[in-house]
């Protein structure tokens, strides 16, 4: 029986820290381009994941040890619109409040703020092993999210996603001599099996929708109709005076 007890044990582990190795080389190349103030990472506090990043200032949040700032991602002690970038390494499934989380993340962020978010695939061989083990022990005690599910509940929150990807394709009960080799066929199934890949990383970001003018389509004969009176009067004078000059003109050259 395993005597593994969370899921910060379990990457520790063989699988865990070949996991950890690709999703680490994911995130540096999606950071570097990422730029601000402020960034948060959500969890794995043993691993400094935004070690890539050029924001200046970025703590490690979360329970655990390594943590520099101790907190319940449910109620995210940040000020609104204040955040540039968080990372969510497999933080939503092991949440009971998955949801919550993400709509704290996007509270916290700023306009076009951006989030990182890893999770395991269930529709992949570690999905396939969750399943036959019963879920239990780490990490498959916890809630796998699909990867289309996941963009559902960021659509909602509108999220824009910009960016994913799929590695660890070696069974996750692989032998160290196949996970030591994992290297040499990785690139080649994220081309060809992209989506059977056993992690995903999700890169999106946060969009304020923006207010458009729309202009009415007038119809002219109600727009008459709802000219003030005195509008419509001057209208009609008007109208009489130019009548009257252009028959003076013509009366005034048949006398010449």
Known sequence: MSTITTISEWFATQNGQCVIKREQAIV???????????????????YQLLRGSRIPYHIKAG???????CLEAEELPFETGSIDLILLPHTLEFSSH?????????????????????????????????????????PWCGHF?????????????????????????????????????????????????????GVYV??????IPGMRLVKPNW???????????????????NAKISISSSQFSGYKNKNE
């Not at 540096?28 to 043993?46: E, K, P, R, T």
């Not at 329970?63 to 700032?69: A, D, S, V, W």
């Open 145 to 197: 999210i699909s990867l289309l599910r996941l963009k559902d509940w960021m659509a909602l929150l509108s999220f824009e996603v910009e960016a994913g990807r799929f590695c660890c394709y070696v069974p996750p009960f692989a032998g160290s001599t196949l996970l030591n080799r994992s290297n040499n066929f990785e690139p080649k199934n994220d081309r060809w099996w992209s989506v059977i890949g």
């Open 63 to 69: 329970k655990g040890t390594g943590i520099q700032l």
């Open 202 to 207: 999700l890169q999106a970001k946060k969009r």
């Open 219 to 237: 119809n002219g004969r109600l727009v008459r109709k709802l000219l003030p009176v005195s509008a419509k009067l001057n209208k009609e004078s």
């Open 98 to 138: 998955p949801h919550q989380i993400l709509r704290e993340v996007e509270r916290v962020l700023r306009p076009e703020g951006s989030v990182i978010i890893s999770g395991f695939n269930p529709l992949s061989l570690w999905g396939l092993r969750q399943v036959l083990w019963q879920k239990k022990g780490y």
């Open 28 to 46: 540096d190349n999606m950071v570097a381009d990422i730029f601000g103030f402020n960034a948060v990472q959500l969890g794995l506090s043993d």
